[in-house]
């Protein structure tokens, strides 16, 4: 599902219809494209699988399909001969139009039902946010190779605030769309991408539309929604086991102590190994008083070596374990680990206290805990 959102979420859409009370019609303006090229629509319901429902072709520019309508929804989308991207629409018994471009795809779009105007409405706001990071990427590259601090600051400073604007018009758009399939679809990125906490996923399912809340796709961000719960703040951190560098096997029960860090690393992560000397200066000050720290290594196979030296070289005297299996560690899966550094403290009882703490607010927080003499 997350591959269609990521399509749903570049794509742009298409559309259009005219019929009698039972079916409703998709018609297209192809500019530029042959005569003769192929318009494939598929659908996308139950099963998550596309399959083809109609091929039309295009004809003096042209294209037009007349399908029944139904009370199931559904996400469907167009697959134009020789274009490698999909145009999304979600059909609503509503006669649709579309305009396709064949030399600016992501130009193209749709008209007709209250879903698809929305749709529309999200990907422009989101194009535009996207050409804004893309010229901050733009300027960092240039601060970095004049090595101009200021500048590097003040890009990241607007970067943070682009991302929260960004996160909050995703949020504002769930809230006003609870009639959209597309809503449900977003909810499962934002979860994923870490978002939206559980609770607030939870609250946007509760009030969804009857017709909605029916989905097929909501059972699946229902799912999604109870994994995350499993290492979310006030729950039981999940036990788990793995090898030490020593080949022996290690739990997070034998680990803990008073308080307990678990540190997702890797040592191929730069900004992992630029905080290690913080954690390592914390530990070095709390360990005594009860902080324990097992960290969890996304190193590849083969690179036990790597992951050896760099624990060494970063003086990192406390817990490790690895499966050495990169994004496919089974515990970061287990935790919904999609970035590092991540970290989790843990209480005494093993419950998740708080969440990604780095730098100085990892300082503070120990302090708060344990005192700081």
Not at 119 to 131: A, G, P, Q, Y
Request: with cysteine.
């Amino acid at each position: 599902m997350r591959r269609l959102l990521v399509t749903l979420l570049t794509a742009t859409l298409l559309i259009s219809c005219a019929g009698d009370s039972n079916t409703f019609t998709l018609k297209g303006t192809a500019n530029n494209f042959d005569d003769g090229t192929e318009v494939y629509v598929y659908s996308i319901k139950d099963s998550n699988q596309p399959k083809v429902i109609d091929t039309l072709t295009i004809k003096n520019g042209t294209f037009e399909g007349t399908y029944p309508k139904s009370d199931s929804i559904s996400v469907n989308y167009i697959n134009v001969e020789g274009v490698q991207a999909n145009i999304v629409y979600f059909p609503e018994n509503e006669d649709m139009n579309a305009t396709l471009y064949k030399d600016s795809i992501g130009s193209s779009f749709v008209s007709g039902g209250k879903q698809n105007e929305a749709f529309t409405s999200f990907s422009e706001k989101m194009r535009t946010i996207n050409e804004k990071k893309q010229a901050q990427m733009k300027e960092f590259r240039s601060a970095q190779q004049s090595s101009d601090v200021a500048t590097i600051k003040q890009i990241q400073q607007e970067n943070a605030a682009l991302t929260k604007e960004e996160t909050e018009f995703k949020k504002e758009f769930i809230k006003n769309n609870k009639n959209s399939l597309f809503s449900v679809m977003l909810l499962s990125e934002m979860i994923s991408r870490k978002e939206m906490n559980a609770e607030e996923a939870s609250e946007v399912l509760n009030n969804l539309s009857p017709k909605v809340a029916a989905s097929p796709i909501v059972t699946q961000v229902e799912a999604m929604i109870a994994n995350a719960r499993k290492a979310d703040i006030g729950s039981i951190a999940p036990n788990f086991s793995a090898p030490t560098p020593e080949g022996e096997t290690l739990s997070l029960k034998d680990a803990m102590g008073k308080y307990t860090i678990i540190d997702f690393w890797a040592s191929w992560c730069k900004p992992c190994r630029i905080e290690n000397p913080n954690v390592v200066k914390v530990y070095e000050k709390y360990h005594d008083k009860g902080l324990n720290i097992i960290s969890v290594s996304l190193d590849r196979q083969k690179q036990k070596d790597k992951w050896i030296k760099a624990i060494a070289d970063d003086n990192m005297d406390w817990h490790h374990v690895s499966n050495l299996q990169f994004w496919q560690d089974p515990i970061a899966r287990q935790y919904n680990v999609r970035a590092i550094p991540a970290t989790f403290l843990l209480d005494e009882n093993g419950k998740i206290i708080d969440k990604d703490l780095r730098g100085p607010a990892l300082g503070a927080k120990m302090e708060s805990l344990l005192g700081s003499e």
